[in-house]
Nanobody, 125 residues
Framework: QVQLVESGGGLAQAGGSLRLSCATSERTDTSYTMAWFRQVPGKEREFVAGLAWSGVTLHATSVEGRFTISRASIRNMVYLQMNSLHSEDTAVYYC???????????????????WGQGTQVTGSS
């Protein structure tokens, strides 16, 4: 089965940057909406950003202007460029995807059926 693989997590200095990548583990012709969520222990999973098949993007208010989701040159691979990182951004970041030629991005985790294992991002104050 197709799996999602994240990379790029790590420790960032205050105000620093990281770029996360997410891609399907195998080549596939399926079109996907892809998104990023993050989760802190004891908290519910939070939507960060998403990219629909149509190219429409959606960013959470908490990261708008600092984080940017974009499509890589390789099909079914996305980036999350994270700038101006601070301690409140610390979380496990999960890549998510759902098949279909969607024209809009959903911020609800229940609408995604493929999930990566997560990558730790730590920001500093």
């Amino acid at each position: 089965q197709v799996q999602l693989v994240e990379s790029g997590g790590g420790l960032a200095q205050a105000g620093g940057s990281l770029r996360l990548s997410c891609a399907t583990s195998e080549r596939t012709d399926t079109s996907y909406t892809m998104a990023w969520f993050r989760q802190v222990p004891g908290k519910e999973r939070e939507f960060v950003a998403g990219l629909a098949w149509s190219g429409v993007t959606l960013h959470a208010t908490s990261v708008e202007g600092r984080f940017t989701i974009s499509r890589a040159s390789i099909r079914n691979m996305v980036y999350l460029q994270m700038n101006s990182l601070h301690s409140e951004d610390t979380a496990v970041y999960y890549c998510a995807a759902t098949p279909g030629r969607a024209h809009h991005v959903s911020s609800e985790s229940r609408n995604y059926n493929l999930w990566g294992q997560g990558t730790q991002v730590t920001g500093s104050s």
